[in-house]
Nanobody
Framework: VQLQASGGGLVQAGGSLRLSCAAS????????VVWFRQPPGKEREFVAG????????YYADDVKGRFTISKGSAKNPVYLQMNNLKSEDTAVYYC?????????????????WGQGTLVTVSS
C-alpha cells in the first residue's frame, strides 16, 4: 500500500484547507489512519486519527473543534478538514496507516506513510 497526501497550500489565518490521504495498491480496510504534522524546527506530532475497530475519532487538544477527520468507505480517501487555521498550524502534514493493529498515537506504530504536504498559514 502506498499513501499519498495532498491538499496543502498557503492560506491566511482564519481560513480553511482540506487535506486528502489516498491509498493505492490497497484500501483503508482494517486500517488505523492518522495525521501527523511537523512544524518548522520541531518534532513530528499527532494531529488526528481514526480507529478501525470502532467509529472513534481522536484529536490533539490544540485542534479540537477546528479540525475534522473523516473516512468514507475503505476505498475512499481519508480527509482532514482544517478550519479556523492559525499560524501555529504551519507544518508539513503526513498521513499514516497501520493495518489490524491496536490504536496508537505513536508514529513508530505506523508503517505506511504518505510523502507529506505543506500547510502554511500566514498571519
Amino acid at each position: 500500500v502506498q499513501l499519498q497526501a495532498s491538499g496543502g497550500g498557503l492560506v491566511q489565518a482564519g481560513g480553511s484547507l482540506r487535506l486528502s490521504c489516498a491509498a493505492s495498491g490497497g484500501t483503508f480496510s482494517r486500517a488505523n489512519v492518522v495525521w501527523f504534522r511537523q512544524p518548522p524546527g520541531k518534532e513530528r506530532e499527532f494531529v488526528a486519527g481514526i480507529n478501525w475497530r470502532a467509529p472513534i475519532l481522536y484529536y490533539a487538544d490544540d485542534v479540537k473543534g477546528r479540525f475534522t477527520i473523516s473516512k468514507g468507505s475503505a476505498k475512499n480517501p481519508v480527509y482532514l478538514q482544517m478550519n479556523n487555521l492559525k499560524s501555529e498550524d504551519t507544518a508539513v502534514y503526513y498521513c499514516a496507516a497501520s493495518y489490524g493493529r491496536t490504536w496508537s498515537r505513536r508514529e513508530e506504530d505506523y508503517n505506511y506513510w504518505g510523502q507529506g504536504t505543506l500547510v502554511t498559514v500566514s498571519s
